[in-house]
């Protein structure tokens, strides 16, 4: 079986990886487990630059094939913050209940039909002899008026679903990666990665 070495520490993130790409013969290990931990520079400026950033990183040093997300929550009325600065958003170190109050905050008195917003994924994946694979994908929405919903992370608990009536964060994970901006994302990079697999290139 072939490992791939992921580029995060986050273990919510890492749990919804495994799942999506569990029909595919690899395993799937954070960069922390795998041993590697190497300061990376997210200076692209679209979400598919800094995930290429970070997979092409992490794949220098580790010479495994590497896979490496960049996402992050885009609101219209915002002008499109958070958007590639999602994670920094306020300071990395800043609870995403702060950051989730700010942004419910700074929407206030915004009509309903001016609070879209959407998740955008874009996957990059790395291998050792320098070829590279990328995806990208969204999930549209609105940003609510309160947190709701234990399940998720990050901007999860404002993120409002019309067509479904309830919050990203109140989805089970089964459905939510049905639907999500990584989900469907990674579904096309395992599509990308079964056919290689396919012509015996994996």
Known sequence: MRRIVFATGNQGKLKEVREILSGLDVEVVSMKDAGYDIPIDENGTSFA???????????????????????GLVVDALGGEPGIYSARYMGENTSYHIKNQNIIDRLRGVSEEKRTARFVCAIACVFP????????????????????????????????LPERGCYSAELDPEEKNAISHRGKALRLMREKLQTLESEGKL
Do not use: Q
């Open 129 to 160: 002899d320098g070829c590279e694979l990328t995806s990208e994908a969204a999930f549209e929405g609105s940003i609510g008026h309160e947190e709701r919903g234990e399940n998720g992370f990050g901007y999860d608990p404002i993120f409002y």
């Open 49 to 71: 630059e800094n995930a290429l950033i970070k997979a092409r990183a992490v794949a220098g040093v580790s010479h495994e094939m590497t896979m490496a997300d960049d996402s």
